[in-house]
């Protein structure tokens, strides 16, 4: 294969590594997605570097943690004075495109929860420029493309290049009800379609997980098709040429609400998967994060339509199991669709996830400042036509903001410096650093909470800002994180070494950018 070769990045919403047949799931069908592994090299220990959508989004496209790009949180659109990898390619003299989600911008366009201090009786406080300690220009136009507001009225289009992309077909938000190009996509073949999305539209069902939307949009006018045919058309239209190309293909399922259409909605029965361990065992304390989380679903406060970590039962875990398989079948029939195509047989495949969800392990869906497994661990498959690996697992640890630096040296293009992520086809990490922030309050945290986390191949430790408490789970011992051996007097030499190892982990994620422009 060419020194310059072009790539396809498939890249999912919230999808744990565990849910895919080449990631040993026993019922969820992806044959094609399967296939990529089947003809490249498949990572057994993959991590993100952030467990939310908008800071692990960034750091895939600047190679840096959410402490240096600054996408601490969601909420935080990624400021262009950040550098990404696909501009490094554009440089270079790749043709660039983005089919489907960013989420580098905000796109709810509701306003920031996160308390701002109160200015004490008799003091000043600056406004403007000044009223933060680092000057930004995050809320000029350029930062609102992914807002509803900014899609309002005449069809309009993204400021190109768009962080490195010179094409893009933006969709926004989740389930049936998502926006961006592909809202101009599905009135002009359903004028109607407003009469089809939301919960308000759905069919009849008899689930009662929160968030199971039966949508009545049909399989074809869904995104996942919207994405599957535009990145075919772009392809058609730009993969025979002599210039090689990098595309990322961006589903914004299986993310909830749980809403597969049409016939994806009952190809699994939610009976046929296992009720989740956690909640067969009486002997598992939950840490205090976890605990708060189920005593809010018990006293009826938890918030059931929105983003964070919620309780669960046995029957809703179940359920939402079988319908996030739904949602990951038919993204795996798009990538089918996509991957059919000469142009694509001839790239590099690669796929990937932003983040997991609990979907029911230790009693709880979807995410939050929980970082078990199945919310840290993702699935990365490099799929490299040629090079002797076909149907290989790699059991080095890699992360999120690895993937770019990996994409730019087989591309033969230096990354820039700065960037902090390592090829991981020359090796990898001896842990993962996963730096979690939010706005909203988390019970027996607090608001803004913040969790860092250090996942070696053995354990996982997590420190959490503001409380006293902590976690260390030996994976070895105890695979499914139920024995926290924080407070173990046995265990103070390993929770000891980790902290050091944690520390050092963090003063490698420093920034080295800018680089220095002399010699004081």
């Not at 550098?83 to 366009?109: M, P, R, W």
């Not at 379609?193 to 308000?200: E, I």
């Not at 087989?410 to 090796?427: V, Y």
């Not at 070494?497 to 920034?511: F, K, Y």
Request: charged share 20%; proline share 8%; aromatic share 8%.
């Amino acid at each position: 294969m060419s020194d310059r070769p072009s790539f396809i990045l498939f890249i999912t919403d919230q999808h744990r590594a565990d849910f895919l047949g080449c990631y040993g799931h026993p019922l969820v069908k992806t044959p094609n997605i399967d296939a990529m592994a089947a003809q490249g090299v498949s990572f057994d220990r993959f991590y993100v570097s952030s467990p939310v959508c908008m800071p692990n989004r960034a750091s895939l496209m600047t190679a840096r943690m959410p402490s240096s790009h600054g996408v601490r949180s969601n909420g935080i659109p990624l400021s262009k004075q950040n550098v990404t990898f696909v501009e490094l390619l554009k440089d270079a003299g790749y043709k660039t495109a983005l089919i489907g989600k960013s989420h580098l911008q905000n796109f709810t366009g509701k306003p920031a929860i996160l308390p701002r201090s109160e200015t004490r009786p008799g003091f000043y406080r600056a406004s403007g420029a000044l009223a933060e300690a680092v000057r930004h220009d995050l809320l000029s136009p350029v930062y609102s493309q992914e807002e509803p507001d900014f899609w309002a009225g005449p069809q309009p289009r993204v400021e190109t290049p768009f962080y490195g992309f010179d094409h893009v077909e933006l969709v926004t938000g989740h389930g049936d009800e998502v926006g961006g190009d592909y809202t101009a996509w599905l009135l002009e073949r359903c004028p109607e379609a407003a009469s089809l999305v939301g919960p308000t539209n759905q069919l009849d069902h008899d689930y009662v997980c929160p968030q199971a939307v039966r949508t009545a949009v049909p399989e074809e006018l869904y995104s996942t098709s919207y994405i599957a045919e535009r990145a075919m058309a772009w392809l058609e239209e730009n993969g025979d040429q002599e210039q090689p190309f990098f595309l990322m293909v961006s589903f914004p399922d299986p993310h909830h609400p749980f809403n597969p259409p049409g016939r994806f909605w009952d190809m699994y029965a939610p009976e046929n998967f296992p009720v989740p361990e956690a909640f067969q065992r009486n002997d598992w304390t939950p840490p205090p994060h976890v605990a708060g989380i189920m005593e809010e679903r018990e006293a009826g406060r938890a918030a059931l339509k929105g983003m964070g970590t919620i309780g669960c039962s046995p029957r809703e875990a179940q359920e939402a199991q079988a319908l996030t398989c739904g949602m990951i079948s038919m993204i795996d029939e798009a990538v089918g669709r996509v991957r059919s195509l000469p142009a694509a047989q001839e790239a590099i495949g690669i796929f990937t996830s932003d983040h997991g969800d609990h979907l029911g392990d230790h009693r709880m869906l979807l995410k939050g400042a929980e970082h078990y497994e199945q919310l840290i661990r993702v699935p990365f498959i490099w799929s490299e036509p040629g090079d002797g690996k076909a149907g290989t697992r790699a059991d080095q640890i890699g992360q999120t903001h690895d993937i770019g630096p990996t994409i730019l040296e087989r591309a033969r293009i230096e990354s820039a410096i700065g960037m902090q992520g390592r090829p991981l086809l020359e090796g990898g990490r001896d842990a993962a650093l996963v730096q979690y922030d939010h706005q909203k309050e988390n019970p027996n945290i607090g608001i803004g909470p913040r969790v860092h986390t250090l996942r070696t191949e053995r354990w996982r430790l997590s420190l959490i800002c503001g409380v006293e408490w902590g976690e260390l789970y030996d994976l070895e011992a105890d695979p499914g994180e139920f024995v926290n051996l924080w407070d173990c007097p046995d265990h103070a030499g390993v929770r000891a070494h980790l902290t050091e190892r944690l520390a050092r982990a963090e003063m490698d994620a420093v920034d080295r950018a800018p680089f220095p422009t002399g010699l004081a």
